[in-house]
């Protein structure tokens, strides 16, 4: 009856023997996986910045016309590249941002939880998979094979590679608009469209415009659908996107990739650190955006 | 859609008109926009099936089922696409077996292991990774890591040449280009998918559970097999589906790494082709039937993909919403 039992002390220490040894293992694992992220990550551009850094320069991006693959890389520049991909992508923007946010604002503002919006909503997230070649080879089908190669096929093809992306952002940044704030516009007898695009608009701007500027970076790079739509292949530079043959960074990279000319390489990877830059620059232009311009976040 | 609510008869004169009929025309002109814009995203993906269809008709009724054979010949106007489908299911596994791994930890380090003031940089480093244009992976591909792994390949080759399974896997013939270096730029260009994805499911895992598992006494990886991994499993499998969808579509770093031989062989270090990449190198110089072949392996394609992104996206948004019941 008596029988006291010694207080049995708890061991709080860490867990000995194979526990411990598995969970340390594991969580060098995981370490282990970031550095093999970085790996690649950090050769591509350490090789990139090395090899185009020699060859970049004003002239090499602003002179043309782009010079035959033969020649060595100190003759002509890829001028009309960069206006390629600068008017391309231009075009492109001004083509699917607007119908993106306007895409957004119905199945935010006024699709709601209805079967329809969340249709467009779950398409939308599955066209954002669709692979980019097969958004050029549907603007050729349509476009190409009756107006032609021009800088305007291959901006209708960017810009549906950008339009699910577009409204994927700007419905993420939407959902964060208080109600109050819709509310309090009702109150004083605005209309729905009014509230729309002087108050809820207004308010997520700033994720909006940096949503949109990923949306950019990302098809600026884009190679595969201008094969089908601007061609490639014109060495002088074409002022008008709406008609004829174009070329752009991307296929310049792509054209010079394999040929054994080192002059042509050089040129590639020129245009590869242009390419690279120009997303880079879109990327922290997204960041500045985000935290100078966000109200509402997660 | 909004439904009128008839105003009582015998309320006051002046409300007796429904506030929905008093809607401006502009008002209702923004509406209709909108849902034109939105309506766009079913329009395209529906032109996308019909267009590239009918550009191919002449292909798959000339050849039939014969479209799934491994005879491809322009020249002699054979188009049997089955070596671009094994070549694409290959390079997408391979991508798979290394990336998925890869994203799971760094996505598991980002939300289990690291304190929050660190997890920014990386989150940076991953994003890095996914603006690179698949057209630079490319050219690093064929003019820096295909030299330099090449030689790793041959003495692998000659090391398991002979033994059974490995030497008709590893085993020589073996090249720079090939179905494995495809599938290492594959692997490195999902990875910020499946990586984003899968924090994005693991950060849904109520604290409760984790602290409930800890308060048990379980080390931090018996925390994540007991309460984090059941929790997010259904989520995870649909972010590397995402991560198969993306791989089996990644078309310029692929084709310049791939070696460009439409062949089925076991062997992962020789030279191989896939859908995405042959449609990108042979179009330039396709017409007629060929190109309607072309179009034809871009319809498999599209189909390939809509299916395994539509069973992801489902299971994502599943696994989202039971969590957020829960």
Not at chain 2, 27 to 44: E, K, M, P, S, Y
Not at chain 2, 59 to 68: N, V, Y
Not at chain 2, 69 to 83: D, E, I
Not at chain 2, 90 to 117: K, M, Q, W
Request: hydrophobic share 55%; aromatic share 8%.
């Amino acid at each position: 009856m008596a029988i006291v039992a010694e207080p049995q002390q708890p061991d709080l220490r860490e867990p000995a023997g194979w526990r411990r040894t598995s969970n340390r293992i594991a969580t060098w694992l995981m370490v282990l996986a970031f550095v093999l992220v970085i790996i690649p990550l950090g050769f591509v551009l350490f090789t990139v910045i090395a090899k185009g850094v020699s060859i970049i320069s004003w002239s090499f991006l602003t002179s043309g016309p782009i010079p035959p693959i033969v020649l060595p890389a100190s003759v002509g520049g890829l001028g009309p590249a960069v206006l390629g991909t600068i008017e391309i992508t231009a075009l492109a923007t001004v083509l699917a941002v607007p119908l993106g946010i306007l895409g957004a604002v119905y199945l935010n503002e006024y699709g709601g939880k209805g079967p329809l919006a969340r249709l467009i909503g779950f398409m939308a997230d599955v066209m954002t998979g669709v692979p980019s070649i097969i958004m050029g080879l549907f603007i050729f089908a349509i476009w190409v094979l009756h107006f032609g190669y021009s800088g305007l096929a291959g901006a209708l093809a960017l810009g549906c590679l950008m339009l699910p992306v577009v409204i994927r952002s700007t419905d993420e940044m939407l959902k964060l608009v208080p109600d109050p704030l819709r509310e309090a516009s009702y109150a004083l007898g605005a209309t729905k469209a009014r509230v729309t695009v002087t108050v809820v608009l207004p308010a997520a701007i700033g994720g909006i415009v940096s949503g949109a500027l990923l949306a950019v970076a990302r098809a600026a790079g884009e190679t595969a659908p201008l094969i089908f739509t601007i061609l490639g292949g014109t060495s002088v530079a074409n002022t008008n996107v709406f008609k004829g043959a174009n070329t752009a960074l991307p296929l310049q990279i792509f054209s010079n990739a394999t040929q054994p000319y080192t002059g042509a390489q050089a040129r590639a990877w020129g245009a590869a650190l242009a390419l690279i830059a120009i997303a880079f620059i879109l990327m922290i232009a997204a960041r500045l955006v985000t935290a100078r311009f966000t109200r509402y976040s997660r | 859609m909004s439904t009128v609510v008839k105003a009582d008869p015998v309320g006051p004169a002046g409300s007796a008109r429904p506030l929905s009929e008093r809607r401006p025309l502009g008002d209702r002109g923004f509406q209709v926009l909108t849902l034109a814009c939105g309506l766009l995203v079913l329009v395209i993906l529906v032109l996308i099936a019909v267009s590239t269809t009918q550009q191919s008709t002449s292909w798959f009724s000339a050849e039939g089922l014969k479209i799934f054979t491994n005879n491809w010949n322009p020249a002699a106007n054979q188009f049997g696409a089955l070596a671009f489908i094994y070549g694409t299911i290959i390079t997408a596994i391979i991508a798979l077996v290394i990336a998925v791994p890869v994203s799971l930890g760094v996505a598991l380090l980002l939300t289990e292991v690291v304190p929050y003031r660190w997890a920014r940089p990386i989150v940076t480093v991953i994003d890095l990774l996914a603006v690179v244009p698949s057209v630079v992976w490319g050219l690093w591909g064929i003019l820096v890591f295909a030299p330099w792994i090449q030689h790793i390949y041959a003495s692998i080759g000659s090391g398991v040449n002979g033994i059974p399974v490995l030497g008709s896997l590893f085993g020589p013939p073996t090249s720079g280009a090939s179905f494995f270096t495809a599938g290492i730029i594959l692997a490195f260009m999902i990875t910020p998918i499946v990586t984003s994805l899968s924090r994005e499911v693991i950060a849904t895992v109520p604290a409760i559970d984790k602290e409930g598992a800890y308060a048990l006494g379980a080390t931090r990886l018996e925390m994540i097999r007991g309460a984090v991994w059941p929790h997010s499993q259904g989520g995870v499998v649909g972010a590397v589906l995402l991560g198969l969808g993306r791989a089996m579509g990644e078309t310029i770093a692929v084709a310049l790494v791939i070696g460009s031989s439409p062949v089925i062989t076991s062997h992962l270090f020789a030279p191989g082709y896939n859908m995405p990449a042959v449609i990108a190198n042979q179009f330039g110089e396709a017409s007629g039937e060929f190109r309607a072949a072309l179009m034809g392996i871009g319809v498999l394609l599209f189909v390939f993909t809509i299916i395994i992104n539509v069973i992801a996206r489902w299971i994502v948004e599943r696994s989202a919403r039971r969590k957020r019941g829960a």
